[in-house]
Structure formats: structure tokens, C-alpha cells
């Protein structure tokens, strides 16, 4: 027989175990649930918000620095040379530690300038010691970024952490030396000749005639201090190496019997070559008030010394172009295009490397892209051909598979993406459709033919830059077709 009472006792005991809440307690609890699903959101994007203004402030900072560095380095050359000569894009520059010599490479021109300036008159010895404080210390290891390289070891100097060194450096122990002989002197004067006015006098004037009139070095003496600066100068750019720890000028300088100079062969070659090239002279007076002449002599380089640099970075390129989707003859034909293959190129912008990068935008987009990272990228890792040719290839894909995506072929979608490099997807697509959006400008690519979109986006670019770059870049990438087979 059923007992009533089973099924309340039942519900009872089900009650105890799950208590039933109303409508308004689950809302409650879910309005919480949302409510701290959307803090948590909010802190998360904050806290990424905050790491991309930090980042973004040391991009700042960085290109802050490299101006005020500049400048100062700027400021000391003119003070010496006549005029100054700034590296860039497409010609390195490099000075010596004593800013006496100067060495400059156009990759595009394929000549080498050295240039070295020597005082028309003896140096003061009296002046000398101090001069030879203030040049030795600030100008150190400057060999292969003069510019970036010689002001920071100039800031080195200036910065406050060590004040006790800078003094000691200067002008403390000079007197602190000089003071006691100075004093002994003069005693010695008060005993030996007391009254001798006339001499004491006489005697003073001496060094001030001296400066008055200088004595000039004869031509025979410049000569043979211009010839020696000359020819260590042009070993030294023989020598010097890129960031992949190759000399620059590998394979690209001969002799007159026709064979490649090497480093080993260096020192003798600029022996003989400056014994026997013309050089080129001109006096002028210094901002610091000394006469100084300058000895110019140039080398030509080899032919086909774009093809040699680019055969040397021709297997990063294939590597990282079969890594991005890319076709390689478009990633050399750029390089080309923005450097002619100087591995230490930079711009006034400043872009810097083969591919010319630009850190704030254009590197740090691509580093995000291939790296999913916001990361501080700077001039000295851009120098790197590795890294420059990876973010750069990088960067072209993305413009090619993410921005132009729409674009049915690639012969379409590289007209486009090529003046994109160079002045962004907006102006392009502003070429286009007279407005920045990239849907209707692939609209209108794809309804184009190759020829017609070229012919359009080389009328109608903006800038007159971006339609150069285009004419260049095209022309150009079909004769590296046989140099990746």
C-alpha cells in the first residue's frame, strides 16, 4: 500500500538539496557575471593601452635622441670642415675619430670620395695639449656609424654619473701641475733679477707674437700628411665591415691589373693609388678660425657592383620570401629601389637598412605582424640584413595578402602595393577612388587592366615621389629573374 506522505517527504528533502531561486536571483547573479567579465575586459585593454603608450613613448625618445645627436655631431664637424656631409639612403659616410678624415660610399653612383683636411699652419705647441684632450676623449670607435656612434661617447662625457673623472680629465690637472712650476718661477725671478722690468715684459710678449704669426707648413710637408691620411682612409673604408660582419666594398674595388682588392690588399692598393690619382685641393677658412686645406680623391667602383651586393643577400631574400608569400624579384627590385644595396643606409626620415624601415611605423607594424608583439625596434637592429629583410618582406606581404587582399592577381595587387610601400595604402587607394577606403579601390583594380591601373596610379599618385618610386620599383624587378634561378 502506497504511503502518502512519500512524495512530500520527497520534495522535501529536494528542496533541502537544491534550493530554488527566483527569476530575479539568477538575473542578479548573471548582471555580476557580466559585470566582472566587462572589468575584466576593461583592465586587460587598459593595461594594453598603457603598453603600447610606453612603447610608443620610447620610439619618441629614441627619435628624439638620434636629432640631438645629430645635431651636436653636426655642429662639431662644421666647426672643422667646410661643409657637412650626412649620410643617406643610397651613401654612407664615415669620420674619423679626429674629424681630420672623412670616407663616403654612393652605392647608387658606385664611387668612393676620401677626403682629408690638414692645417695650413704649425699647430700652437702651447695650445696643443689642451686640443688633444678635447678631441681624444668625446671621439671614440666611430669607424662604422660615425655619426650615432662619436655623440654618444660624447654624451658619455657630459652625462653627471662621474663628475669627479670629467674634472680629473680636463682642465684641473693641467694647473694643478703647472701652478707650483708657474709660482717657482716667478720666485725665482723676485730673487735672480728683481729689477728688470723690461725683460720680464719682453719676455711675455714672445708667445703672443708666435700666435700672431704662425709659422705655414711648406707644400712639401701637406703633401706628404695629406698622402698618409689619404691612403689610411681608404684602407680603412676597404676594410670596414657591415653588420653581418662582411666588409661592404667585398668584391666591388680593382686594382689596375683588373683583380679584387681584398682587406690583405687593401693597405698596399691605397699606397699605390694615391701615389699615382689625382687629387683635387681647396683652402677655405674653418668656423674655428683656422685655415685648413682639403685633399679630395675618388675611386670608381666595379661595373656591376649592384648586381655583387645583390647576389650577396640573394638567398635571405629567396628564404624570406618564400616565407611571406612573396615574389623575390619584387622584394629586390625595392631594395634596390631605397638603397641600392647600402647596408647602412638612412634617411632624414629616419628609415634605416637595405629595405628602408622606418621604426615607428612601418618596422613596428611589421614586427607586430610576424611576431604578435608591440616591440621597441631601433636603427642598430634595422642595420642587421637579416632582420631589415625579414620585417621588410614582411611588411610588402602584408601590404600584398591583408590590405589588397580583394585584388584578384598578383600582377594587380603588386601596382598597388608597391606606391603603398613607399607612401601608404591611403594615398593609393586616394589615387584610385578619390577617397581612403581600400573595398571600393580593389573594386576598381580589379576592373582595370595591369597596364590601365599602372598608367592610372602613375598619373594620378599625389606625390611625385610615390609615382617615381613606382616607375622605378616596376622597371626594374625584371632583371633580377635571372638572378634567383
Not at 10 to 29: A, C, K, R, W
Not at 110 to 120: L, P, S, W, Y
Not at 363 to 371: Q, S
Not at 380 to 389: A, E, H, K
Amino acid at each position: 500500500m502506497m504511503n502518502i506522505n512519500c512524495p512530500i517527504r520527497i520534495f522535501l528533502v529536494f528542496g533541502m538539496l537544491f534550493p530554488v531561486y527566483s527569476q530575479d536571483t539568477f538575473d542578479e547573479f548573471r548582471k555580476k557575471q557580466q559585470q566582472a567579465q566587462q572589468q575584466a575586459f576593461e583592465d586587460e585593454l587598459s593595461e594594453f593601452q598603457n603598453y603600447v603608450a610606453e612603447v610608443t613613448s620610447q620610439y619618441d625618445a629614441y627619435e628624439q635622441q638620434q636629432t640631438r645627436e645629430f645635431e651636436e655631431f653636426k655642429k662639431d664637424v662644421e666647426e672643422k670642415w667646410q661643409e657637412f656631409k650626412a649620410p643617406s639612403k643610397k651613401e654612407y659616410v664615415e669620420y674619423d675619430d679626429d674629424l681630420d678624415s672623412r670616407a663616403s660610399v654612393d652605392f647608387e653612383k658606385g664611387e668612393i670620395t676620401i677626403e682629408v683636411i690638414v692645417e695650413e699652419d704649425i699647430p700652437d705647441p702651447v695650445s696643443q695639449p689642451v686640443n688633444k684632450v678635447e678631441n681624444n676623449v668625446p671621439k671614440q670607435e666611430t669607424k662604422q656609424a660615425p655619426i650615432r656612434q662619436v655623440t654618444q661617447e660624447k654624451k658619455k662625457v657630459t652625462e653627471p654619473k662621474s663628475p669627479k673623472s670629467i674634472v680629473e680629465k680636463t682642465v684641473p690637472k693641467q694647473e694643478t701641475k703647472q701652478a707650483p712650476i708657474r709660482q717657482m718661477t716667478q720666485e725665482k725671478k723676485k730673487d735672480t733679477e728683481p729689477k728688470s722690468l723690461k725683460s720680464i715684459v719682453e719676455k711675455t710678449k714672445t708667445p703672443v707674437s708666435q700666435k700672431e704669426k704662425p709659422q705655414q707648413r711648406s707644400p712639401e710637408l701637406k703633401k706628404k700628411i695629406s698622402d698618409q691620411k689619404l691612403q689610411r682612409k681608404l684602407a680603412d673604408i676597404l676594410k670596414a665591415k657591415g653588420d653581418d660582419g662582411k666588409p661592404m666594398l667585398n668584391k666591388q674595388v680593382v686594382d689596375k691589373k683588373g683583380k679584387t682588392v681584398t682587406p690583405a690588399t687593401a693597405k698596399a692598393y691605397a699606397s699605390e693609388l694615391v701615389a699615382n690619382a689625382p687629387v683635387a685641393t681647396k683652402t677655405y677658412k674653418a668656423k674655428d678660425g683656422k685655415k685648413r686645406t682639403v685633399y679630395t680623391v675618388k675611386i670608381p667602383m666595379k661595373s656591376d657592383h649592384i648586381n655583387t651586393r645583390a647576389d650577396r643577400y640573394k638567398q635571405e631574400v629567396l628564404k624570406q620570401s618564400k616565407r611571406f608569400n612573396i615574389d623575390p624579384i619584387i622584394a629586390f627590385a625595392v631594395m634596390e629601389t631605397e638603397s641600392a644595396f647600402n647596408p647602412k643606409a638612412k634617411s632624414h626620415i629616419p628609415a634605416y637598412g637595405l629595405m628602408q624601415l622606418v621604426p615607428k611605423s612601418g618596422a613596428r607594424d611589421a614586427y607586430l605582424y610576424v611576431y604578435k608583439e608591440d616591440k621597441f625596434i631601433d636603427g642598430d637592429y634595422l642595420y642587421q640584413p637579416g632582420n631589415n629583410i625579414e620585417l621588410g618582406c614582411a611588411y610588402l606581404s602584408k601590404i600584398r595578402h591583408r590590405y589588397f587582399k580583394s585584388i584578384k592577381d598578383d600582377e594587380r595587387a603588386y601596382i598597388c602595393a608597391i606606391p603603398a610601400y613607399n607612401t601608404g595604402i591611403g594615398n593609393v587607394a586616394k589615387a584610385l577612388v578619390n577617397q581612403p577606403k581600400l573595398k571600393p579601390a580593389s573594386q576598381k583594380a580589379n576592373s582595370m587592366t595591369p597596364d590601365q591601373l599602372y598608367n592610372k596610379l602613375h598619373k594620378d599618385l599625389k606625390y611625385k615621389e610615390a609615382r617615381d618610386y613606382l616607375e622605378r620599383v616596376w622597371t626594374r624587378k625584371d632583371k633580377y629573374r635571372n638572378l634567383i634561378q
